[in-house]
Nanobody
Framework: QVQLVESGGGLVQAGGSLRLSCAAS????????MGWFRQAPGKEREFVADISRSGESTYYASSMKGRFAISRDNAKNTVYLQMNSLKPEDTAVYYC???????????????WGQGTQVTVSS
């Protein structure tokens, strides 16, 4: 069982930055690939980024590439999402997830955090 707790969300103006963190309870954190997804009101949850166990490989949704950066610190059991040049359309609840396989599909991930709200004002 893996427990995930996100933090770092909040209200930011367009063009600003936020860094989300996700702390994992598992002592085997490095055994999991980690992903970030988001869900805006009235929309389906969508893939944001994911990262391999070692952190060497990262993947992004096309609309986030170049603006967002995913990273992990296996010594701290934490995964991060640095978000720059934020836009109002980035407003959503952001979730971190843990799984065994890198995937853009949320069904591939076994464990989920409770989410953290990110609101970008225009």
């Amino acid at each position: 069982q893996v427990q995930l707790v996100e933090s770092g969300g909040g209200l930011v103006q367009a063009g600003g930055s936020l860094r989300l963190s996700c702390a994992a309870s598992a002592r085997t954190f490095s055994s999991y690939v980690m992903g970030w997804f988001r869900q805006a009101p009235g929309k389906e949850r969508e893939f944001v980024a994911d990262i391999s166990r070692s952190g060497e490989s990262t993947y992004y949704a096309s609309s986030m590439k170049g603006r967002f950066a995913i990273s992990r610190d296996n010594a701290k059991n934490t995964v991060y999402l640095q978000m720059n040049s934020l836009k109002p359309e980035d407003t959503a609840v952001y979730y971190c997830s843990a799984g065994l396989f890198l995937s853009r599909s949320d069904s591939a991930y076994n464990y989920w955090g409770q989410g953290t709200q990110v609101t970008v004002s225009s």
